[in-house]
């Protein structure tokens, strides 16, 4: 445990979900979403090796939850960017990278219900390949929109919806993230791949979900404990 580093990403604006407080600060089965994260992520990582990105914004915000919700693992907070790249970025600079054998968890702040073996599987791929992500099959059909506005049926059996986490040895994320951002980066195993890392998937779990619209809250509700 003593080579693992997580970087929590909870520096978006939360647009989608339409609510006066951050997502990842919304109560749910009476702890805050994000306080649901850390605690799975401390489960497999040593509180103080999770970095935790927030808006500078927000600095205030979540040390009144703490005080609150007498939460004290002792995660070190990391301040976010404009976008989810310069969060992660940020959040990996913190991280000391002298040690070849690092590896390093990226996972969205929101996601609060990754299960314990998704997080281990991806720590354990990741020591071996140097990179796991975590993904799962569609359950539904799929069809391409065509430039003509119609539309044809593909085989969903040749895609994956991505989730979080994306844990990589610390040496080469760091180096990848050492880039220019494009819109096309809109995950960690991008940025990676862009590099030249071939990405390894690992099976992912179905309830973890990431908390963007008021109907993902329901489910949340459902799931967590
Ligand atoms: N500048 C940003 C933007 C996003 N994130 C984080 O990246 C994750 C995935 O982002 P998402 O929830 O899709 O984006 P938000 O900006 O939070 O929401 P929205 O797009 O609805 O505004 C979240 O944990 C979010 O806090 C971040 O750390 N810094
Ligand atoms: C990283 C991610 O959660 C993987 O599914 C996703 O790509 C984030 O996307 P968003 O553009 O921030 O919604």
Known sequence: MNNRYAVIV???SGSRMQSQTPKQFIAVRQLP???????RFAQHVLPQKIRLVLPAAHFQTWNELCAQYNFSLP????????????????????????SSEALVAIHDGVRPLVSGQVIEQCFEQA???????????????????LP???????????FRL?????????????????????AFFTDDASVAEAYGATIRLVE???????ITTPEDLAIAEAFLN
């Not at 979403?33 to 605690?39: I, Q």
């Not at 020591?127 to 929109?145: E, P």
């Not at 003509?148 to 040749?158: H, K, M, P």
Request: hydrophobic share 40%.
């Open 127 to 145: 020591q071996i390949y140097g990179n796991a992500v975590a993904s799962v099959a569609l359950k539904d059909s799929i069809r391409q929109i």
């Open 75 to 98: 995660v070190q907070v990391v301040e976010g960017g404009n976008s989810r790249f310069q969060s992660v970025r940020n959040g990996l600079k913190t991280i000391e990278n002298s």
């Open 33 to 39: 979403v994000l306080m649901h994260t850390l605690h």
């Open 162 to 182: 991505v989730q979080t986490p994306q844990t990589f040895a610390l040496p080469l994320i760091a180096a990848a993230y050492d880039v220019e951002e494009t």
């Open 10 to 12: 909870a520096g978006g």
């Open 204 to 210: 992912g779990n179905y309830e973890n979900i990431k």
């Open 148 to 158: 003509d506005g119609a539309s044809q049926a593909v085989d969903r059996q040749l």
